[in-house]
């Protein structure tokens, strides 16, 4: 039997396919455009049969396949069940074929030609619909960025504003702590007084390190990694002993860093006390293990606790700026922590387990 008679009767057919497929397809409630998807079946029913007498062009099935990849992106579903409705209109045809009174010579040629047709269908539709969705994701993503960046860069005026309205009184508070504690070696609560405001001043210089001002740190230095990590325990210390958590220190004593000092202890203050917060509420055994060493031409140094894991879909966005699970966090330590291993050639990662929790930064020597 000629092609004409078999194009013929998909024609004569037309309408119970579609309504079958009509029944079959699977259309989400929240689909804002799952009035069309009966419509462009019996669209892509009429490209086939058009498809078979060579009526319509590769062209034209792109053109709908594009149509249809646009409104699936807009609908935001699930990709797979769009390519099963694909495939159920391909079934339903093959069905309807197989039915006919055509001999193997007619069915073949034309049981190629379909799928054929269905072949590049999918083919574009899924290649513009996946090019959509990472436009689309790309430019949320650039959104997104330039949010952080404004704020940001808000966030740098204000701290440059605050930083300098605050550093001076804070400085001279210093200063008379210190003379205080010279002339009344005794005193009670002097040390206890010196060390909250030594504290609140790294929390002022760490938001002086968002501001586009400069640099606060601007002289590099070569420093002993041992010695680095005996000041910031001691500055650590009542914070420590509020936590009873043990501290187990490996620091390679020849471990010597080329770099701002005092920006690299902002971080390892920064990780460690984060690491302290980690373990208020644990029950048992509380430890933080600090480990520094070089392996061949990368200093290493990790920093590691044994309290509640970070949540694995948080891991990927922790170093994002403002991002905090803190009820009165800043979300800006673990980016200045980033920004400052990143300028000094590191690198800086994450690992939690149920068991522990690892901050690994590495730096080329």
Do not use: W
Not at 82 to 100: A, M, P
Not at 112 to 126: G, R, S
Not at 289 to 313: L, S, T
Not at 331 to 342: F, H, P, Q, T
């Amino acid at each position: 039997m000629p092609l004409d008679e078999l194009t013929f009767f998909l024609e004569k057919h037309e309408a119970e396919v579609v309504e079958e497929f009509r029944k079959q397809v699977v259309v989400s409630n929240h689909d804002q455009f799952r009035g069309m998807i009966h419509l462009n079946g019996q669209a892509m029913y009429r490209l086939v049969v058009g498809y078979l007498d060579e009526r319509i062009s590769r062209e034209d099935i792109k053109h709908l396949a594009y149509k249809v990849a646009h409104e699936r992106n807009q609908a935001e579903i699930n990709i797979g069940d769009f390519v099963y409705n694909v495939c159920l209109g391909r079934q339903l045809l093959c069905d309807l074929l197989q039915k006919g009174p055509f001999s193997p010579s007619t069915l073949v040629p034309a049981m190629i030609k379909i799928n054929e047709c269905f072949d590049h269908f999918l083919v574009h539709a899924v290649s513009r619909y996946t090019s959509l969705r990472e436009s689309d994701l790309e430019e949320k993503k650039l959104f997104i960025e330039r949010s952080h960046k404004d704020r940001l860069t808000i966030l740098g005026q204000m701290a440059a504003s605050f930083v300098h309205e605050f550093r001076n009184p804070l400085t001279s508070i210093i200063g008379f702590s210190r003379l205080l504690k010279e002339d009344y070696p005794s005193l009670p609560y002097v040390d206890i007084i010196e060390n909250e405001l030594y504290q609140l001043n790294y929390r002022v210089s760490q938001f002086l390190l968002v501001s586009k001002k400069g640099e606060v740190y601007k002289t590099k230095e070569r420093f002993q990694m041992q010695g680095l990590f005996e000041e910031i325990l001691a500055f650590l210390y009542p914070n420590i002993v509020d936590v009873n958590a043990n501290m187990t220190c490996n620091i390679d004593p020849a471990f010597i860093l080329d770099g701002y000092k005092d920006e690299i202890k902002q971080v390892f203050i920064n990780i460690i006390s984060n690491a302290l917060d980690a373990l208020q509420k644990k029950v048992g055994d509380k430890e933080v293990v600090i480990e520094a060493f070089q392996k061949a031409d990368v200093a290493v140094i990790r920093i590691a606790n044994n309290g509640a894991p970070i949540p694995v879909d948080l891991l990927p966005v922790i170093f994002e700026p403002f991002f905090t699970t803190k009820e009165l966090g800043t979300g800006i330590g673990l980016y200045v922590c980033k920004e400052i291993i990143e300028k000094h050639g590191g690198t800086i990662t994450c690992e939690s387990t149920e068991e522990r929790t690892v901050f690994s930064m590495e730096f080329l020597l």
